[in-house]
C-alpha cells in the first residue's frame, strides 16, 4: 500500500504517495488552465493554494482525438476530463539529494498523446538514481495554430514554461537544477530540438535526448496551412476572437474531417512549428549544430512502418515513388543507392525508407556531422513480429523505459521482445543521464553508431551513401 509523501513548493504543498524507495507526485499545474481568457495565449502563472494539494493522479489531458484505424490497434491513448491539462508528473527517490533530472515529452504529431499513458511510468528511471519528470502541453489546434493575432508556437512555450518550473522547484523533489536532461520522442523529440533552439531555455539544459524527432520549423506562411484549411472549413478567420468561440471537441472534429486519409509522410498538411522572433527565431536544425549541449540522438530502422500497414505498402506504384522523389528533390542515384542497401525491398518499402530518412535520419545526421559538442548515435534495428512492423517507429519507447510487460508495448513488441535489450537501452539512457556517456563512442568524423538489436554493435553508421545526397530542409 502506497503511503503519503508531502512536499512543499513556491506556489503551495502537494501530497503524493510513497511506493517502496520511490516517491511519486501527479498532476502538479506548472501553468493555469489555459482555458477561457487564458486560451490561445501564452502560459500564464499558477496562483498559489492554500493547505495541501492532492497529487495522487493525473490531471486532465490535453484535447484530443485517439487514433484511428490501424494506428489505434497499436497506440493507446487516455483521455482525462478537465480544464487543468498544463500539469507535470514527478517520480523521485526516496533519498534524492543533488540527483539528476530527467524531462520527459511525449509524442503524437503536435496533435495527440500524454504523460498520463503507463508506458511513460517514470518509477524504472527514479530506482536508479533520477528525479523523472513528465509534461503535458497544448496539443492540436489549441496548441499550434498559427493565428493573425495569437502567440506562435504556444505548445513549445508550454513546454519552456513547464522546463522553468522543473527548474525552479525540483530541488524540492531532491533534483538537482543544474543537471537536466530533456528527453522526448518523436513530436516529443521535435519539442526537444525547439528548446534547445531558443537561447533561454537551453540555458536551463544539461543535456538532451532526441528520439525520431523531426528537427525543422517552417515559415508562418506553411506551418498555418493546417489553420487556414481548419478555418475554411469552419468558414471563420484565422484569429483568436473566431477560434475562441470554437469549442475544442469542434475544433477537433472539423481537423479530423480535413486530415482523413492523410499520413505522417502525405496528404492534408499537419501542425508544425512556425519560425517566430519571439518563441522560435530560428529553425532547430540550424542551431544544434553549433551548441555545446551534449546530445543523445537516432531513429528507427523502419520509422515509416508504423503509419503505413503492409497493404498500404503493396499499393505505393513505380509512378507515386517517381512523384515522391520528385517532390521531395530526391536524385536519381539516391533512389538507386536505396535499392542497393535494402536488396529485395518493394518500391513501397523504398518509399517508406526514402521519405523519413528525409523526415528525420538524414537531418539528425547533419547535426550529428556538424557539432563538436560530445554527440552520439544510435539506431534501433530490433525487429518486431507485430504486423510486419520491424523496427518501426516508437518500438524502441519500451525498451527505454524498461517496460515490456506494458500493454502500449507489447501492442508493438509483442510477448516475448528481448528483455535483455531493453536491460542494455534503459542503463545506456541512465548512463548518459547521470554522466553525459551512454557507453559507445561519440559520432566523430568516423560516424559511430550504436545499432541496437539482439544482438547490439558499435559500428560506423549505415547506409549513408543514399542517404548523403538527400536534399536539405527547405521551409
Do not use: C
Not at 495554430?145 to 514554461?161: C, H, I, K
Not at 513530436?187 to 524527432?213: H, K, P
Not at 520509422?303 to 520528385?326: C, G, H, Q, V
Not at 507489447?410 to 548518459?432: C, K, T, V, Y
Amino acid at each position: 500500500m502506497a503511503e503519503p509523501s508531502t512536499v512543499a513548493l513556491s506556489t503551495g504543498a502537494v501530497a503524493g504517495s510513497l511506493d517502496g524507495d520511490v516517491r511519486r507526485f501527479l498532476g502538479i499545474p506548472y501553468a493555469a488552465p489555459p482555458f477561457g481568457s487564458r486560451r490561445f495565449h501564452a502560459p500564464q502563472p499558477v496562483s498559489a493554494w492554500e493547505g495541501t494539494r492532492d497529487a495522487m493522479a493525473f490531471a486532465a489531458t490535453a484535447p484530443q482525438l485517439p487514433y484511428a484505424g490501424a494506428i489505434g490497434e497499436l497506440l493507446g491513448s487516455v483521455s482525462i476530463a478537465g480544464d487543468d491539462i498544463l500539469t507535470a508528473n514527478v517520480w523521485a527517490p526516496v533519498d534524492a539529494q543533488g540527483a539528476p533530472v530527467l524531462l520527459w515529452i511525449h509524442g503524437g504529431a503536435l496533435e495527440r498523446g500524454t504523460a498520463a499513458l503507463p508506458l511513460y511510468d517514470g518509477a524504472a528511471f527514479a530506482r536508479a538514481g533520477i528525479v523523472f519528470v513528465s509534461i503535458n502541453y497544448r496539443l492540436g489546434s489549441e496548441g499550434f495554430s498559427v493565428l493573425d493575432d495569437a502567440p506562435r508556437n504556444l505548445g513549445l512555450r508550454d513546454a519552456a514554461a513547464a522546463l522553468e518550473w522543473v527548474h525552479r522547484e525540483v530541488a524540492s523533489f531532491g533534483g538537482n537544477p543544474a543537471q537536466i536532461t530533456v528527453m522526448g520522442e518523436s513530436a516529443g523529440g521535435a519539442i526537444v530540438a525547439g528548446l534547445l533552439a531558443r537561447d533561454d531555455s537551453r540555458s536551463l539544459i544539461a543535456r538532451a535526448i532526441i528520439e525520431s524527432g523531426p528537427l525543422t520549423a517552417q515559415t508562418p506562411q506553411k506551418a498555418g496551412r493546417v489553420t487556414a484549411q481548419i478555418a475554411k472549413r469552419l468558414g471563420i478567420a484565422p484569429d483568436v476572437a473566431s477560434f475562441s468561440a470554437v469549442p475544442p471537441e469542434k475544433l477537433l472534429e472539423t481537423r479530423r474531417a480535413q486530415a482523413a486519409g492523410s499520413s505522417p509522410l502525405g496528404g492534408a498538411p499537419g501542425f508544425q512549428f512556425a519560425i517566430d522572433p519571439d518563441s522560435l527565431p530560428r529553425s532547430p536544425h540550424e542551431v544544434l549544430g553549433s551548441i555545446d549541449t551534449p546530445l543523445l540522438i537516432g531513429s528507427n530502422t523502419d520509422e515509416y512502418r508504423l503509419w503505413f500497414t503492409p497493404e498500404a505498402l503493396d499499393d505505393i506504384s513505380a509512378l507515386k515513388l517517381t512523384l515522391a522523389r520528385i517532390a521531395l528533390r530526391i536524385p536519381r542515384r539516391a533512389v538507386t543507392a536505396y535499392r542497393d542497401a535494402f536488396p529485395g525491398a518493394s518500391t513501397g518499402e523504398i518509399f517508406g525508407q526514402l521519405a523519413t530518412d528525409v523526415l528525420l535520419r538524414a537531418p539528425l545526421s547533419r547535426v550529428a556531422r556538424e557539432r563538436s559538442a560530445p554527440t552520439f548515435v544510435y539506431e534501433f534495428a530490433w525487429p518486431s513480429p507485430v504486423r510486419d512492423l520491424r523496427a518501426a517507429h516508437a518500438l524502441e519507447l519500451g525498451f527505454v523505459f524498461d517496460r515490456l510487460g506494458d500493454d502500449e508495448a507489447r501492442r508493438l513488441a509483442g510477448a516475448d521482445a528481448p528483455q535483455n535489450l531493453a536491460s542494455e537501452m534503459h542503463a545506456a539512457w541512465i548512463s548518459f543521464v547521470k554522466t553525459g556517456d551512454p557507453g559507445w563512442s561519440p559520432y566523430g568524423t568516423g560516424r559511430t553508431t550504436r545499432v541496437f538489436d539482439t544482438t547490439s554493435t558499435t559500428v560506423r553508421q549505415r547506409r549513408t551513401e543514399g542517404m548523403d545526397l538527400l536534399p536539405r530542409p527547405r521551409r
